[in-house]
């Protein structure tokens, strides 16, 4: 079964965190209520700042989610980079929830995938992107900046 991508508006939030916006979903003209979608992800954001960071990494706060409407219920899933000493790392918060209701999403637990074959071509070119770009050991202005310019058509 096909699924219809679509990279859709970046993520901005007040505390400076940028996100790649990827719409999967099963059905090609599934109704989806932006302003609910835009509310729930600056909510899952939040959620990240709050419990999911530690003082021992410099955040890039930017990065990339998918938002994958499929048969059963939707995931969300935040990708964004952190430096620790002088190596970049990668981190992943996902949540879940049956059905469409964004209201009842959880987190998924050790024993839930972080993604579905679906997903693979969006992370792989965002991974290269962060891979090519990192080694240039830009600072992070000039990397945010870079991100900005080219987004995947998928």
Not at 12 to 37: C, H, K
Not at 49 to 66: C, H, T
Request: aromatic share 14%; net charge negative.
């Amino acid at each position: 079964m096909n699924r219809f991508c679509a990279s859709i508006s970046p993520l901005q939030t007040d505390s400076g965190w940028y996100f790649r916006q990827y719409l999967i979903s099963v059905i090609p003209i599934e109704d989806i209520a932006q302003s609910e979608l835009d509310q729930c992800m600056a909510e899952l954001v939040s959620k990240l700042e709050m419990n999911m960071i530690s003082n021992e990494y410099d955040y890039l706060k930017f990065g990339f989610a998918i938002i994958h409407y499929g048969r059963r219920g939707i995931c969300i899933s935040f990708w964004h980079w952190g430096l620790w000493s002088t190596s970049y790392e990668v981190f992943n918060q996902s949540w879940y929830t049956y059905g469409r209701n964004l209201t009842h999403l959880e987190p998924l637990d050790t024993k839930e995938p972080r993604f579905c074959h679906y997903e693979t071509n969006i992370i792989l070119h965002e991974l290269a992107f962060i891979d090519q770009h990192t080694k240039l050991m830009l600072p992070r202005d000039l990397l945010l900046e870079n991100f900005k310019l080219k987004s995947l058509q998928c």
